[in-house]
């Protein structure tokens, strides 16, 4: 069985999710089909989030009514007898329904969750009731029956393969089988999500629970391409990466994949491919174990990164003094992404700033601390063994007008970390792409 995932362009239109259908039947294997909310609905129910915490309720409902006016003409164009239009407006009824229900009372964390949920669960009962209509059997296996996560909210893959595999077994002879991206229930049995993107990362879970022949990430461009395309203009699809490179590109900002989508499948070497819906034909990414002796392959950049400095003459680098200092970022559950150390400096970086503040103050009984917010992180990828000469100094060279604030390499035979301004993040990458890859 494969996985065959659909994100929000893919599904983001009445024409888009007949695109879809065709493609899901174009070959007889059976098949779970991970779906995406509609393009756009995610942050419009965040949006609506946004004004239920400031407590702005009229706006909220404002853009509830919005959000709700926008799926009316879609229903009518994707579902064409009276019938199947009907329940498709009763699927639009009992969903915005369920967002009512949370406009209405005091609002909490436990209320966006679950208005975040409702366009996964939308967009899959319309998808499903279009396959209906068209004849095509397929049948749907609810998220929230089977995704789950644990105390640390992490995902809980036991639990996910054993609900699965008994749903499955339960529907053995099925062919199509349609399920949410990005939602869950969480250890307290409520409604949840796997953060923003996390469509993908149902399907690697989906596929290293069920053990799939592939997974397939259906997008809207034909692969990983070798530079951020949104911000560089000549960038080219990657054939080959290993799941390796493909995590480290994805972690460090690729938007193409969610940061974890290779760690459930990477053990079990099930294969991801990244394909365009737009262009099926096109072969796009393939990700595996199979590595290809290509120096440099591909580079991606990560905002929002802050950048924390400890500054202490004494016994910086004294035995049991780096993991004192580790233990304040494990205390607070933030990790770090870089680290340098000197004699009498070290410098990370972390992500997550929500307790910077809490952090901050326990780093100051080991020196003094600095920190400096706004960084990005340029991730340069590709197999950079030891013996091949040169390409820190090609790369250098390229960032000779850019100030450089931490440099990690050696770390992964992958990766090498820049991290500069992130004022200075756009060209970077440009001129990275023309002196890497002569784009
Ligand atoms: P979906 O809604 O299908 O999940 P996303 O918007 O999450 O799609 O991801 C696809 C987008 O990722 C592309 O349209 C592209 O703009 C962006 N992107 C960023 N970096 C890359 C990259 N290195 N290769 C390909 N796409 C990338
Ligand atoms: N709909 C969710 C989001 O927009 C999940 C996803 O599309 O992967 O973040
Ligand atoms: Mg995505």
């Given amino acids: 069985m494969k996985i065959v995932k659909f994100g929000g362009t893919s599904v983001g239109s009445p024409e888009r999710m ?3 259908a065709e493609i899901i ?9 991970v779906l995406s909310a509609v393009s756009g609905t995610t942050n419009k129910l965040v949006s609506i989030c946004d004004s239920l915490y400031a407590q702005n309720i009229a706006e909220g409902k404002e853009k509830v009514k919005s959000l709700y006016d926008s799926y009316l003409p879609f229903v009518e164009t994707l579902l064409k007898k009276e019938e199947y239009i009907q329940k498709g407006k009763i699927v639009i009824e009992n ?4 967002i009512h229900n949370c406009v ?3 609002f909490t964390v436990r209320e966006e969750r679950i208005i975040l949920a409702q366009g996964e669960l939308i967009s899959t009962q319309l998808f499903q009731l279009y396959l209906e209509e068209n004849g095509i059997t397929s049948t749907l296996i609810p998220a929230l029956d089977f995704m789950r996560t644990n105390r640390d909210e992490e995902p809980d893959l036991a639990q996910i393969e054993k609900l699965l595999s008994t749903i499955l077994h339960e529907k053995s002879g099925e062919k199509i089988f349609i399920t949410q991206g990005y939602i869950c229930k969480n250890i307290n049995g409520e409604i949840d999500n796997l953060k923003r993107g996390g469509s993908d990362y149902t399907a690697s879970l989906i596929g290293a629970a069920i053990d799939a022949t592939e997974v397939q990430i259906w997008t809207d461009i034909d692969g990983m391409h070798n530079n951020d395309p949104r911000i560089v203009d000549r960038t080219e699809p ?9 995590a480290e590109l994805a972690y460090f900002g690729a938007k193409i994949l969610h940061p974890y989508t290779i760690r459930p499948v990477r053990d079990k070497g099930i294969m991801v491919r990244l394909k365009n819906t737009m262009d099926p034909k096109a072969d796009g990414t393939a990700i595996s174990n199979k590595t290809i002796d290509k120096e440099i392959k591909a580079i991606a950049a990560k905002d929002n990164i802050t950048a924390v400095k400890v500054k202490s003459g004494r016994m910086l ?3 049991g003094f780096l993991s004192r200092l580790f233990g304040v970022f494990d205390k607070h559950k933030t990790s770090i992404d870089m680290v340098t150390t000197s004699e009498v400096a070290v410098s990370l970086t972390i992500d997550d700033d929500s307790k910077l503040d809490l952090i901050k103050t326990d780093l100051e009984s080991f020196g003094f601390v600095e920190v400096d917010t706004q960084q990005t992180i340029i991730c ?4 950079f063994v030891a013996e091949k000469k040169g390409i820190i100094k090609k790369v250098f060279d390229a960032l000779e007008d850019i100030s450089i604030r931490m440099v990690s390499y050696g770390g992964s035979k992958n990766n090498i970390s820049i991290l500069i301004n992130m004022e200075d993040k756009e060209k970077a990458l440009k001129v990275l792409n023309k002196e890497l890859f002569g784009l």
């Fill in 95 to 98: 969903q915005f329904a369920a």
């Fill in 380 to 383: 340069i990828v590709g197999q």
């Fill in 18 to 20: 007949a695109n879809v």
């Fill in 25 to 33: 039947t174009s070959d007889q294997e059976e098949k779970i089909v």
């Fill in 317 to 319: 680098l004294a035995y």
């Fill in 238 to 246: 990657i054939s080959e990466l290993t799941f390796d490179e493909a």
């Fill in 104 to 106: 209405d009372t005091s």
